[in-house]
Structure formats: C-alpha cells, structure tokens
C-alpha cells in the first residue's frame, strides 16, 4: 500500500495533499463524496495523519470535482480524528501545493474556485517568488458576524467575559488570556486545552446560537484566547483551541477571522485597515474586514492572507504486518 503527498505549511499549520494512492471518489454531490470517502477511504485517512506519519495538527486534503459548472476544483478534508467539512488553511495550501506542481487547471490565472462540503471558498494567489511558486494566497470572502457580545462566563478557574462570533464555518468564542489566567505560549498547551475546554461546555449549556443563514443551533466549536503580540508589527496574538482539543499552531482561518470581525465591532479595525494576526508558533497572517450592513445581525466579509512554504513530497508506505494500520492519535 503506497499514498504519495505534498506537504506543507501555513504558518505553521501542516497541510498533507494526498495526490495518489486513495480510493478515487466519483459521482453524486461533494456532500456525497465526502461520505463515500470516509466509507472507502476513512481508515487509510486516519493512517495518513495520525502518527507515526503524521500528528495532532495535521490536516489532510485529497482532490476532487466540484459542484458548481465555475469551480475548478473540489476539496475534502481529514485529520487524525476524522472528516473535516472545512479547513480554511488547508484549503490555502492545497491551492498553492495544486498550482506548483499544475494538479489544477484554473479558469482565471492565479484564482481557484472551490466547493466543499461546507460551501464554496475562493482562494486568490497573491504573490510568487523568484522561480514564479506561489509564496502566498488570500482567501475570500468569508462571511462572518459577532454573534454575542461580553458574555460573562463562570469556571472553576474564574470569570470571565467572551465574545461570540461566527467564522463562516464555526462558532468561535473570544476570550483574553490574561482574564482567563492561562499564557498565550507553546508550554502552556495543556493548560490552554483544559482551558478552552471547559469554557467552550460551558457556553453551550448557557446559550443557544443559531448562526446567520442557519436555522438550527450550532455548538461552539473553536475558543481564542487573545493577548498582546510579541511582533511589533503584528496587531494582537491568539491562541485557537477547538472542541476536539487540538490546539492550532497557527492563526488559523476561523480564529483569524473571528477575531478580527470582532475588532471591527468594536471600532478598533476601521474599514480599509489590516489586522495582523500573530500566532502561537509567532508567525502573521493578515485580514481586511468589510463591514456588512443590515439588521439584525449584519455580516462583515474576511479575507485572509498567509505564506505557504512547501515542507516535502512523501512516498508512505503500509505494510502488512504494521500493527497500527489506524496510526494512533495523541492529544
């Protein structure tokens, strides 16, 4: 059993393309091909992320045809614990990864249109290197909305007050890591987990949360702890842990855009600015908030801009003695 991937890296955030040697899936919506995979394909997508070949933070993509007749590509997701509707900074790795080794044929230069199982996504390349790779893209159009304002929360460790926001994929919740009395650093991992853990059940069972467009509740699903940034030329520092546990090695799609929209809620972002997002690895994404109009809850659209860097190409290999055929995931 061989998998040959592209690997790489979005500040941090590791991204494994698989370009051959899974199960192909064919026919039916994305929504349908993403569960076809998980039923053809779901254990070998667990030995592709999981360690000893892959890690907690790894988020796997594998190709695929797109739904609507303007998307040049479809994509779907996997990590160590499963399918994945969305991963905004797989998604940004993909899209370089497929245009320097031409897995992909645009419609536009430099623009790729996407389906996924959680919607459309479009990501733009928005500058190359000296050899003409791409160096860095922009994702589009993320339509995101705060969705509860200083809500207080009560824990075993203390008080606290949260910002609720939409991503466009996720609930996200804001809170200050000094507030909450946990480091915004890579020792502190754990402590942030445990953390983020506890406060993310307990706004669930505090609130109900129905997101713009949805008519069902949706559970939070990712918690920021934000503070100050190391860089001087990063605005703010965030660490993003979501409700699987892992914590995010990098900004991150979700947390760079909830944390931003929120800014702009608050007048600290005017229109026209960016705001440089630093992550926990010290590395600087970049968003640019278009406040949305309306009521009751008006969406402001996100685009996100982050480096990718190419880590390597890899021939994995399953033998038929391995007695890990799943990997073995740690958290």
């Not at 479809?74 to 990590?79: C, D, S």
């Not at 005017?270 to 926990?280: D, K, T």
Request: with cysteine; aromatic share 4%; hydrophobic share 45%.
């Amino acid at each position: 059993m061989r998998v040959i991937t592209l690997d790489a890296h979005v500040g941090g955030a590791a991204v494994r393309l698989a370009t051959s040697g899974l199960p192909r899936v064919d026919g039916g919506s994305i929504a349908e091909r993403g569960v076809q995979f998980e039923r053809v394909a779901g254990d070998l997508a667990l030995w592709l992320t999981r360690e000893p070949r892959g890690h907690a933070g790894l988020v796997g993509v594998v190709l695929t045809e797109g739904d609507r007749a303007e998307a040049d590509a479809g994509m779907l997701f996997f990590t160590g614990a499963g399918m994945r509707a969305l991963s905004g900074h797989a998604a940004m790795a993909a899209t370089a990864l497929a245009f320097n080794h031409g897995l992909v044929t645009p419609r536009q230069p430099d623009l790729l249109q996407i389906d996924t199982q959680a919607g459309a996504m479009t990501v733009r390349v928005t500058s190359r290197d000296e050899n003409r790779g791409v160096r860095a893209v922009r994702l589009e159009g993320s339509r995101a909305a705060v969705l509860r304002g200083n809500v207080r929360v009560t824990t075993s460790r203390r008080p606290v007050r949260a910002d609720i926001a939409w991503s466009g994929s996720e609930v996200v919740a804001i809170v200050e890591g000094e507030a909450a009395g946990v480091p915004l650093s890579s020792s502190h991992a754990l402590e942030l987990r445990r953390a983020a853990l506890e406060l993310m059940a307990t706004l669930d069972g505090m609130l109900t949360l129905t997101p713009p467009g949805h008519d069902v509740a949706m559970p939070v699903g990712a918690c920021a702890f934000v503070g100050p940034a190391s860089d001087l030329h990063a605005d703010v520092r965030s660490v993003l842990v979501r409700a699987d546990g892992s914590v995010s090695r990098s900004a991150s799609v979700s947390g760079t855009v909830a944390v931003s929209v929120v800014l702009s809620a608050m007048g600290l972002l005017v229109p026209g600015s960016i705001c440089r997002h630093e992550s926990l690895s010290g590395t600087t994404w970049s968003a640019e908030v278009t406040p949305g109009s309306g009521d009751p809850m008006p969406l402001s659209t996100v685009a996100v801009t982050a480096e990718v860097h190419a880590t390597g190409a890899h021939d994995f290999v399953m033998e038929l003695r391995d007695p890990l055929p799943r990997g073995v995931q740690w958290l």
